[in-house]
């Protein structure tokens, strides 16, 4: 493992390895208009929600490494704690880009990327037309954390209304994220796109009690054939099969019958062929085929 003081190396490589590891990031197209009324439109990668009620989402506004100095929108949001956060979907990822350059603070992000502001109903500045998701904030908070280069600047803000475009919701009144179609900041140049193969559901209930890896016989949990992925799947059912389900699943799987034939002679060959029989059970989806073939 490669260790790393943070106070021992450069404020430049020590964001690279953090915003490399800590990702993908939603990212906050954040409009703000200075006490002028100018516009400004900038996106921010250190970002997410932390409260459902109330909505609370926090942002960070860090101030540049090279120079030490702070961005528009955070003075912008010291000025009149207002606040929209539009959220980045793949149709408008190029025009964020031109968004995120230092202009200087007289030109308008909106004019550079030809994004369109919109009214918001409750707060000045505008919305992203563009983009499927917008929410309108009150800034609660602003806490500094440092006053060096690279020091975050949390933007704690309390939202009052919430746009969505219809065409992002599926029929359960759910955001199918396959049609929101977001995108996710990593390090460096590097983005991910949130739909199509990229997507996978995990499927455990939160409120029902799940076995654990602890509950599981050692040879599945020191398996030298299934993932760590594969083993908690079988980890995440709630109850073991009975000792007559175990028996009856052997006596009726064609597959199992060679290799039961290997539990008196060979012991590690039984579980290797054990494992890899439950391992196509799960490539399946067959999880109670899975933990009844490992219990044999």
């Known amino acids: 493992m490669k260790t790393i003081i943070p106070n021992e190396i450069e404020i430049k490589d020590l964001h690279q390895f953090i915003v490399g590891a800590i990702a993908p990031r939603p990212i906050a197209f954040a409009s703000t ?3 002028n009324g100018q516009t400004n439109l900038a996106p921010y990668s250190f970002f997410n929600a932390f409260s459902s009620n109330p909505p609370i989402l926090v942002f960070s506004s860090n101030r540049k490494v090279k120079g030490n100095t702070t961005k528009d929108t955070l003075h912008n949001v010291e000025a009149n704690g207002e606040v929209v956060i539009n959220v980045v979907n793949y149709d408008i990822v190029q025009q964020m880009a ?7 603070s007289d030109i308008s992000e909106f004019d550079k990327s030809g994004l369109t502001p919109i009214a918001s109903q409750f707060v000045k500045p505008a919305r992203v037309k563009e983009s499927p998701v917008q929410f309108e904030c009150k800034v609660k908070e602003i806490i500094t954390l440092g006053e060096h280069g690279g020091a975050g600047h949390l933007i704690i803000c309390e939202v009052v209304c919430i746009h969505i475009n219809e065409n992002v919701i ?3 009144n759910r955001i199918d994220p396959n049609k929101l179609d977001l995108v996710g900041r ?3 140049a590097y983005y991910v796109r949130a739909s199509g193969n990229a997507l996978f559901t995990v499927a455990q209930d939160q409120e029902i009690i799940a076995l654990g ?3 599981l016989p050692n040879h599945i949990k020191n398996s030298s054939v299934l993932t760590g992925n594969q083993i908690g799947l ?3 059912l709630t ?3 009975t000792e007559e389900e175990i028996a009856d699943f052997g006596r009726n799987t064609p597959e199992l019958a060679p290799i039961l034939g290997l539990k008196t002679n060979s012991e590690s060959d039984f579980y290797q062929q054990l494992h890899l029989l439950a391992q196509q059970f799960i490539l399946k989806n067959e999880l109670e085929a899975a933990f009844k073939t490992l219990l044999q």
């Open 234 to 236: 079988i980890a995440g």
């Open 33 to 35: 208009v200075n006490e």
């Open 239 to 241: 109850k073991f099969p």
């Open 170 to 172: 599926d029929d359960r």
């Open 186 to 188: 990593l390090g460096r």
């Open 98 to 104: 031109i968004a995120s350059v230092s202009y200087p």
């Open 213 to 215: 890896f602890d509950k």
